[in-house]
């Protein structure tokens, strides 16, 4: 009796196991496909001057339009293309369609500001990262000025060699440099007094507490001294009620972003988000 009943169960087990493999072996295969074949695409949140309203930048969030499950999301798909190895091709082809497009608004006369492109730490255990980089600022002729990369902790905490020779070569080619998510790693301070980036983006975990939480409050405030003190520029991200936005604007903070600015957007929404504003 026991034994069957063990005998059931593991091959229970078994079989939802496989299935969850299955699963993610289709999810994998799709993706391989996914991203030669334009079904990945960007969409754009606004940044905005806590001063003066102004947009200052955007930052390329990748979706994936999936044929039969709609439209998926990063927390989906990322992790999955990180194990299966192609989050390297994924951050070429997102790097090439951030820079295209900001050239194309540039072209149409459209005044974006920067582009922030996020890239994982996987990829910045790959040299290729800065071949497909400079191919995309070539091929796009924009400035690398205008170009920033967003890099978590987990990069700097990782710091291989390679890592530590790309983030300088970036630096070298002039692309800025910001810390997403900061405050959430496990890293020392140390780096940013060695690595120098453009910008620190406080985590929305603080940010979203600081109508409630004094802690939190400080914490924030604390950040945008810190950024202050290293002429660094500083972006609050998760924005989303006018009770945050008034206390960031009071501490000077530089940079607002999040859903009480706007959300993600495509890019006609985007045009018209601006077209909206003007008037
Ligand atoms: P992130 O870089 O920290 O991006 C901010 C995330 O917060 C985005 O989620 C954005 O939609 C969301 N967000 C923005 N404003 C608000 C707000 O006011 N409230 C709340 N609750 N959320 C807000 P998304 O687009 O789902 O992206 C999640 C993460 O996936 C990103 O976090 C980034 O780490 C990663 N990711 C997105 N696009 C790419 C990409 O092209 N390449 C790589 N490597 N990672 C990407
Ligand atoms: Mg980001
Ligand atoms: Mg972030
Ligand atoms: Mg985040």
Avoid at 57 to 86: C, D, K, N
Avoid at 111 to 118: K, L, P, Q, R
Avoid at 260 to 272: R, Y
Wanted: hydrophobic letters at 40%; a negative charge.
């Amino acid at each position: 009796q026991a034994k069957t009943l063990g005998r059931a169960r593991y091959s229970y087990f078994h079989s939802e196991l496989n299935s969850r493999l299955q699963a993610n072996l289709e999810l994998e295969q799709e993706l391989a496909y996914a991203i030669g074949h334009d079904q990945l695409v960007l969409h754009y949140q606004p940044q905005v001057s806590a001063k003066t309203g102004e947009m200052v930048a955007v930052e390329a969030l990748v979706r994936w339009q999936h044929p039969t499950r709609g439209l998926l999301y990063p927390a989906q798909f990322i992790g999955l293309a990180e194990e299966s190895g192609r989050i390297a091709e994924m951050g070429v082809w997102t790097l090439r369609e951030a820079c295209r497009q900001l050239a194309d608004w540039s072209a149409r006369g459209i005044h974006i500001g920067n582009m922030a492109v996020n890239v994982s730490a996987l990829e910045f255990r790959d040299h290729r990262l800065l071949d497909s980089l400079q191919a995309a600022l070539d091929a796009s002729g924009i400035p690398p000025q205008r170009l920033e990369i967003e890099i978590t902790e987990s990069v700097l905490m990782a710091e291989t060699e390679t890592s530590q020779r790309i983030i300088e070569r970036l630096r070298q080619i002039g692309v800025g440099i910001a810390i997403d998510d900061f405050g959430t790693g496990y890293s020392s301070l140390a780096y940013l007094k060695r690595l120098r980036p453009n910008q620190l983006k406080i985590d929305r975990s603080f940010v979203n507490d600081t109508a409630t939480d004094s802690d939190s409050r400080a914490i924030v405030k604390g950040v945008v001294g810190l950024a202050e003190a290293l002429s660094l520029n500083v972006v609050a991200e998760g924005v989303e009620t006018e009770e945050q936005r008034a206390f960031l604007q009071d501490i000077g903070c530089h940079t607002l972003q999040g859903y009480w600015i706007a959300k993600p957007l495509t890019v006609e929404a985007l045009e018209q988000w601006l077209l909206n504003r003007r008037t």
